[in-house]
């Protein structure tokens, strides 16, 4: 009883004293849906999943004012699975983000998990916002939450000036003996001026590991523009990727008759042109995305999607999306849209979003 009776008297001190010097928030998400999924080799498949629309979540984020303009940050958000209550991002407790850091007049230094600027370029094109079945990771670098995502990070945000923004990111692959080895890297320029946003992202990142050296670098550049007209926003995107694993095949399948076997594409280019139509507690999405593959098999892919949205309120919402993928010379991009990723080259959802 005397234990249990300390350690309450010391969480209420802690609370207490957090209280006193700063703000902590606590938020987070929970996403839920009906999938079906067909054309894949094993047959249609439905499925309760979560994290379709936006991953589920749960979050801290917390600031000090330091004084003089300067105050601490912090920020841990970790992925979970709503449908079986399993962590995601394969299982780590602050999966999705983990950092902590200043910000003050000069801009935002933060150290830690984050995410990517060439990530966050491609979310600002997609008009479903890197979710539901039209997902742009469906076949757009990155491909996933190897790169989408930064461990062992440093990111610098400036001010913006002008309607311009920038912040550059850096990744330490620690790695003994070679500095080099997983090491990551990159940028964006953000410009926001009325109804235009515009962003260019860049990220570099070196295949090599403890076990493979010198696998050479993926490199991955975008060009994002969204602009609002108010009754419809228009989103196009261009993408250049180069190196080994710059871009992802699927399955690798390829049309010579061989066996089938994993293979990433060195040089590709990513198209995508697509709209948000607001109307009320209404949104209609739309999109269409191609993968351009200019390595030897030419396994190009082109997908198509549609979604809807309804605002029940500011925090909860219902939603629906379709997409197909049109898979060419062996290639095998599937339609996911969900953590758990897709089994086949099209899907329809239907799901509900709660925000709290």
């Known amino acids: ?49 979560s994290g379709v629309g936006a991953g589920s979540r749960l979050g801290f984020k917390g600031r ?8 601490a940050i912090f920020l841990l958000e970790s992925g979970f699975q ?31 998990r ?22 742009t990771k469906n076949l757009m670098a990155p491909t996933g939450n190897s790169t989408s995502r930064m461990d062992n990070s440093l990111k610098y945000v400036s001010p913006g000036v002008g309607g311009v923004s920038a912040e550059v990111v850096y990744g330490a692959g620690e790695v003994a003996g070679d500095s080099a080895a997983g090491r990551q890297f990159g940028g964006a320029l953000d410009y926001k001026a009325g109804p235009l946003h515009a ?14 050296r010198n696998a050479g670098n993926a490199k991955n550049t975008v060009l994002a523009v969204v602009y609002d007209f108010g009754i419809m926003k228009l989103h196009a995107a261009y993408g250049i990727n180069k190196g080994p694993n710059s871009s992802l095949l699927r399955n690798g399948a390829n049309p010579y008759g061989r066996a089938s076997v994993p293979v990433a594409s060195s040089d590709s280019r990513d198209m995508l042109i697509g709209a948000t139509i607001p109307s009320g507690p209404h949104t209609f999405m739309a999109s269409l995305i191609h993968k351009d593959d200019r390595g ?23 939603y629906t999306a379709i997409s197909h993928i049109v898979n060419r010379n062996g290639a095998s991009y599937t339609v996911g849209g969900s ?18």
């Open 1 to 49: 009883m005397k234990t249990i009776l300390c350690a309450s008297a010391l969480a209420a001190i802690c609370t207490n004293a957090v209280a006193a010097d700063s703000a902590v928030n606590v938020y987070g998400l929970v996403d839920v849906a009906v999938v079906r999924e067909t054309g894949g080799s094993a047959g249609d498949v439905t499925k309760i999943t």
């Open 64 to 71: 000090e004012d330091l004084g003089n303009g300067l105050a």
């Open 82 to 112: 709503a449908d079986t209550g399993a962590l995601g991002q394969g299982g780590l407790l602050f999966g999705r983000q983990a950092y902590a850091g200043l910000q003050g007049g000069f801009g935002t230094l933060t150290a830690g």
């Open 114 to 135: 984050q995410y990517t600027p060439q990530y966050l370029t491609v979310v600002m094109a997609d008009p479903f916002g890197s979710g539901y079945a039209g997902d």
């Open 199 to 212: 962003r260019l992202g860049y990220h570099n990142r070196n295949n090599g590991t403890a076990a493979v």
């Open 296 to 318: 030897a098999l030419d396994q190009d892919a082109t997908q198509f999607a549609l979604g809807y949205r309804y605002a029940l309120s500011r925090r909860t919402e219902l």
């Open 339 to 356: 953590i758990e990723g897709g089994s086949g080259n099209g899907a329809v959802d239907l799901g509900i979003r709660h925000a709290f």
